[in-house]
Nanobody
Framework: QVQLVESGGGLVQAGGSLRLSCVASGRTFSSYAMGWFRQAPGKEREFVAAITWSGGSTYVEDSVRGRFTISRDQAKNTVYLQMNSLKPEDTAVYYC???????????????????WGQGTLVTVSS
């Protein structure tokens, strides 16, 4: 079972950037598709971005496409979410998740995911 720890959240002004990191423990990181989700106050958790186990394919949700980029470093057991041009509506707790299926991440099939991080708070001020 993989365990995930996120970092990199914080307070930033609108238009600024942050890079979130998610470090995985365990030797099976490279076999997992990885994703980022977020949950804003009073709202349901929503899918943000996903990357295949190899890093060969990525998908970013429409609302953040062109501003957010997902990537992974297999040697460091880490997946990243680079967030640029941040907006107040990006304010949320951001979670990384691991699962055997890239498609399950895209379809927000959270019951099929194997692990979640504890979340990191991103606050974007106007």
């Amino acid at each position: 079972q993989v365990q995930l720890v996120e970092s990199g959240g914080g307070l930033v002004q609108a238009g600024g950037s942050l890079r979130l990191s998610c470090v995985a423990s365990g030797r099976t990181f490279s076999s997992y598709a990885m994703g980022w989700f977020r949950q804003a106050p009073g709202k349901e958790r929503e899918f943000v971005a996903a990357i295949t186990w190899s890093g060969g394919s990525t998908y970013v949700e429409d609302s953040v496409r062109g501003r957010f980029t997902i990537s992974r470093d297999q040697a460091k057991n880490t997946v990243y979410l680079q967030m640029n041009s941040l907006k107040p509506e990006d304010t949320a707790v951001y979670y990384c998740a691991a699962g055997p299926s890239f498609v399950d991440l895209l379809r927000n099939q959270i019951d099929n995911l194997d692990a979640w991080g504890q979340g990191t708070l991103v606050t974007v001020s106007s």
